[in-house]
């Protein structure tokens, strides 16, 4: 029996056009410069012997969960127009693997730099940072719950960061 073309076909078809298409219109969208850079300075001198001297996937899969962790929190806190860099230089998760310690458990520890500027370019705030975790912070402000899983290799270290967002970003744009 002859009909009419099957409309789930027309529909596939469309669907598969509309899908092909949008590549093309958000390639011309205009980018925005991203408001938060995190940069990893002498990785291969880290304390945390794997990241310096691990395999590669591993050391880009920390890096890849930092960036994305400090950008999701700096987004939270940054003004429109602000920007935030972080400059690594030290990253020794304590209890996964350590170099500086004869043995035993270390605390987790970042150390950077770091620089806001507003709008206009010019430093709002600046700092350098030693964040390290004894063993004795159980408190409640040190818990994160998240699903993120793009940041799950750094789960016991995400707190230390929110924290430091949480009060080394506060209050800026306010005069």
Not at 18 to 42: N, S
Not at 118 to 144: C, P, Q
């Amino acid at each position: 029996m002859k009909g009419r073309p099957s409309i789930r076909g027309k529909a596939c078809t469309a669907l598969l056009l509309c899908c092909l298409g949008a590549p093309a219109i958000y390639a011309k969208l205009p980018r925005t410069a991203p408001r938060t850079e995190v940069v990893f300075e002498g990785p291969d001198n880290y304390s945390d012997w794997r990241l310096s001297d691990g395999a590669p996937w591993y050391r880009q899969s920390v890096f890849d969960a930092v960036r994305t962790y400090v950008a999701q929190q700096a987004g939270t806190m940054l003004p429109d127009g602000y920007a935030l860099k972080l400059t690594f230089t030290d990253i020794d998760f304590g209890n996964r693997a350590f170099r500086r310690s004869s043995g035993g458990f270390t605390a987790p520890e970042f150390e950077f730099t770091y620089v806001v500027t507003d709008a206009s370019g010019a430093v709002v705030r600046h700092g350098i940072e030693d964040l390290k975790r004894s063993t004795d912070m159980g408190n409640d402000r040190f818990s994160v719950s998240t699903t993120d899983l793009s940041t799950e290799i750094i789960q016991g270290e995400k707190p230390m960061l929110k924290y430091w967002a949480d009060t080394a970003l506060a209050g800026l744009g306010q005069r």
